[in-house]
């Protein structure tokens, strides 16, 4: 089974979060989207954004204050700065609940598919079989990225994936599921599927019962 992309805008799904139903050996295992505000934070940098605004902020503003201004005249200087941090994080904000609403995540027995885009939705299979190793970041939460590495030479345009991709990965996308929660159950479920799939086995970083793969654990398939 090699990758499919579906790339089109879908007016109709006959299944959620799928392109078509599937066939009568195959099962939903799992499904979901991203958080978002732990893909605000992770993939749109919210955070960093905000220190990064609230230092323009007080750099306009100090001179004003060593000068002896008072509060009036310390609101006029910050009268086009405030708003525009302000436009600026909930655009963000907006983009990062848009892309959330628009992605859908689904594990079957027999791959991942990935439904992505706000104005224009595509959707990819990855066979299990496809699957070379599976990597876990975990955030806050309980919520974490899963990163997919693909065997072969099959790739996938990391503008196409984006940001459900790992980043800096340009040359050879991996694709990502970004922000989910529960992710560290998700990646023991992946395990799982992978190794029917393609027989054992799937070594587990962690053995811990909280953790099922520590930030740095790989899935990582056998080379047969």
């Known amino acids: 089974m090699s990758i499919d992309n579906h790339g089109h805008e879908y007016e109709f799904e006959p299944q959620f979060g799928l392109p078509e139903r599937l066939p009568s050996n195959e099962r939903i295992i799992w499904q979901g989207s991203p958080d978002v505000a732990t893909l605000a934070k992770s993939a749109f940098h919210l955070r960093k954004l905000v220190v990064y605004f609230c230092i323009l902020l007080v750099a306009r ?3 004003e204050v060593e000068a002896g201004a ?10 086009w700065l405030a708003p525009l941090t302000i436009t600026g994080l909930l655009t963000v904000w907006f983009l990062a609940w848009m892309t959330a609403s628009t992605t859908v995540y689904t594990l079957t027995n027999q791959r991942v ?23 876990l970041r975990t955030l806050s939460g309980g919520h974490g990225d899963i990163t997919l590495k693909l065997k ?25 599921l970004r922000a989910v929660a529960g992710a560290s159950d998700l990646a023991r479920e992946l395990s799982a599927a992978w190794t029917a799939v393609n027989g054992p086995s799937v070594a587990i970083a962690d053995n811990a019962p909280s953790r099922a793969l520590s930030p740095a654990g790989r899935l990582q398939a056998s080379a047969t």
Do not use: Q
Request: glycine content about 4%; hydrophobic content about 50%.
């Open 113 to 135: 598919v990935m439904r992505l885009g706000i104005v224009l939705t595509v959707t990819f299979n990855l066979p299990l079989s496809k699957i070379a190793a599976a990597d």
């Open 70 to 79: 008072g509060r009036l005249e310390i609101l006029i200087a910050l009268k």
């Open 152 to 176: 072969g030479e099959d790739r996938i345009a990391w503008i196409h994936l984006w940001p459900s991709v790992r980043p800096w990965r340009i040359t050879k996308p991996e694709p990502t």
């Open 61 to 63: 503003a100090y001179p």
